[in-house]
């Protein structure tokens, strides 16, 4: 499974962005779908999560009532609607799959998004 990331870019606090993970290779393998975040000189953490049919979701308590995940299986893509962004939301962003049985974990390459104050 491979994973691009897209989306990203500089963005006033305030404002809106809306990033995009398409899956490509063995997707009908997919379950789990996450986004990450690492922030310079900090641990990656969950950004949000969603289940294999989209039917869950959850997210970190940072980012609830502000980001909402979702996904189109048809169309093999996450995407990661980010509105009301601080300058602390500041971070690599990553798109991370849960596939196959036993799962294994596959990663995009990340898109930076800037939050500027």
């Known amino acids: 499974v491979q994973l691009v990331e897209s989306g990203g870019g500089l963005v006033q606090a305030g404002g809106s962005l809306r990033l995009s993970c398409a899956a490509s290779?063995?997707?009908?393998?997919?379950?789990?779908m996450g986004w990450y975040r690492q922030a310079p000189g900090k641990q990656r953490e969950l950004v949000a999560a969603?289940?294999?049919?989209?039917?869950?979701?959850n997210y970190a308590d940072s980012v609830k009532g502000r980001f909402t995940i979702s996904r189109d299986n048809a169309k093999n893509t996450m995407y990661l609607q980010m509105n009301s962004l601080k300058p602390e939301d500041t971070a690599v962003y990553y798109c991370?799959?849960?596939?196959?049985?036993?799962?294994?974990?596959?990663w995009g390459k990340g898109t930076l998004v800037t939050v500027s104050s």
């Open positions: 991370n799959a849960e596939c196959g049985l036993p799962l294994m974990d596959y």
């Open positions: 969603i289940t294999s049919g989209g039917g869950s979701t």
């Open positions: 290779g063995s997707t009908f393998s997919i379950n789990a």
